[in-house]
Antibody, heavy 120, light 112 residues
Framework: QVQLAQSGGEVKKPGASVKVSCKAS????????LHWVRQAPGQGLEWMAW????????EYAHKFQGRVTVTRDTSISSAYLDLSGLRSDDTAVYYC?????????????WGQGTLVTVSS | QSALTQPASVSGSPGQSITISCTGT?????????VSWYQQHPGRAPKLLIS???YRPSGVSNRFSGSKSGVTASLTISGLQAEDEAKYFC????????????FGGGTQLTVL
């Protein structure tokens, strides 16, 4: 079955960077887009980025451009989210999620989430 | 402020039907049939209920159904059950800035 296993929670100071990993299993990694979505405490979902694992091509939400980088390592079926210049309002649960074979395919499978806390 | 607008809360009694609306624009729901609905219980990851406006993935109860008219999508839950109490989010593909997904702010469903 499709599984997305994310790295553990992080506590960071303002201005720092964080890297969250997502290891996929149960399907052919290169075939499906991977998305990153975050959820601040008690808030809604916010799409951040997608990556095409086959080509490495990415798209970032306008709000995060310049601060976010998404990469992948196909040899270990993993994707990574790098977020820099952390602020207190970046405190959120960060999810990786598998989309479809095209960028418009539904985001159907979600990782367990990684809580990133930004605090001085 | 979320890109898609949902009511903050809805409620219903067991056995009843409820509908949650999701209003977007001509850059998203009004143009594309890539509308999804998710259910999220506290402390859990979202679960896909509906994709492409009205398609129900395998394993999702047929009590959940989706539709769209103009710039508004809707999720209907029939035969409400206690386990349906959760937060529901809509999402849509959009071409408003980058080519990306946008979400609604979520609707809390209370089963009375």
């Amino acid at each position: 079955q499709v599984q997305l296993a994310q790295s553990g929670g992080e506590v960071k100071k303002p201005g720092a960077s964080v890297k969250v990993s997502c290891k996929a299993s149960g399907y052919t990694f290169n075939v499906y887009y991977l998305h990153w979505v975050r959820q601040a405490p008690g808030q809604g979902l916010e799409w951040m980025a997608w990556i095409n694992p086959n080509t490495g091509g990415t798209e970032y939400a306008h709000k995060f451009q310049g601060r976010v980088t998404v990469t992948r390592d196909t040899s270990i079926s993993s994707a990574y989210l790098d977020l820099s210049g952390l602020r207190s309002d970046d405190t959120a649960v960060y999810y990786c999620a598998r989309g479809g074979q095209g960028r418009q395919g539904p985001i159907a499978y979600w990782g367990q989430g990684t809580l990133v806390t930004v605090s001085s | 402020q979320s890109a898609l607008t949902q009511p903050a809360s809805v409620s219903g009694s067991p056995g009843q039907s409820i509908t949650i609306s999701c209003t977007g624009t001509t850059s998203d729901i009004g143009t594309y049939n890539y509308v999804s609905w998710y259910q999220q219980h506290p402390g859990r990851a979202p679960k896909l209920l509906i994709s492409e406006v009205s398609y129900r993935p395998s394993g999702v109860s047929n009590r959940f159904s989706g539709s769209k008219s103009g710039v508004t999508a809707s999720l209907t839950i029939s035969g409400l059950q206690a386990e349906d109490e959760a937060k529901y989010f809509c999402s849509s593909w959009t071409s408003s800035s980058t080519l990306e997904w946008v979400f609604g702010g979520g609707t809390q469903l209370t089963v009375l």
